[in-house]
């Protein structure tokens, strides 16, 4: 079955897939590979990012291998994803570390830092745009994030390394997030720093119920607002998961409870 799709005034055609696909975003320590083994292991399918042998090469040497590395990166990205988008085995609601969306942050923050050409980051764009435009969108993105001080003893905790700082990717992030949602995808934002990890993991299935079934669900509207950050601060973003009202809450727990023990295939 396929639909037909205007954008940028042409008429593409793109196949409908029977799957709800989540989308797990945040900088390294924020929580996103101990929420996708948690949700492993309650059976949902995971899909972390393919290990990238560009990136040894980019390490010994940023500035020549850059662009490189981010190309290679978009296409193994863009392959695994259609391999998720086609697969049959994989369960109703399926999750995807990063993915291509995320490689938006690194083009441009490589181009800042004189890192790549502004020819090398127009064509690493051109694709990026490509994608966004005749891709499947996914159903949900989720944005995880947590405090300095959270970050930090993450980071020591595992190796002592951060690759980039988290202050200066978050205006990246904030521009991403913006334009993901202006084209109509759902972002829901969590701080894993106030959240364990198994209610995370409830809060953002919760979400995805919503989203699947809205009717199944009493919905809370709540407006948010963006308040006009510091000057020369990056805007703190905003935690979603307290959007829900406790009645709310105390009934889906139960039903994301039920969840988690059902047969994957179910989901």
Known sequence: MKETVRS???????????????IVLGDACSGKTTLLDH?????????PEPEN???????KNTKQYAYHNQLYKTA?????????????TETETRFNESGVIATDIYNRYLRDHDLMTPDQFEHLNGVYTHYLDT????????????DDDT??????????LV???????????DRLLKDLESRGMPVYRVDTGAHPVGETAGMILQQA????????????????????PQENQPEKPQDNSEDTESGVLEVEALYITAKLHADPKDR
């Open 76 to 88: 193994q990205l863009m392959e695994q994803e259609l391999q998720a988008a086609e697969s049959t």
């Open 135 to 146: 891709m499947p969108k996914p159903d949900l993105v989720v944005y995880l994030f947590a």
């Open 53 to 59: 042998p560009m990136f040894s090469l980019f390490l």
């Open 8 to 22: 940028n005034n042409e008429i593409r055609e793109k196949p409908l897939y029977n799957k709800f696909s989540i």
């Open 209 to 228: 119920e919503r989203l699947k079934d809205p009717k199944k669900v009493r919905q809370t509207v709540r407006e948010t607002t963006s308040q006009k």
């Open 151 to 160: 970050i930090r003893q993450r980071a020591i905790m595992r190796d002592g």
């Open 163 to 173: 690759a980039h700082d988290p202050k200066q990717l978050q205006p990246y992030w």
């Open 39 to 47: 949700l492993r292991g309650a059976g949902y399918s995971v899909r």
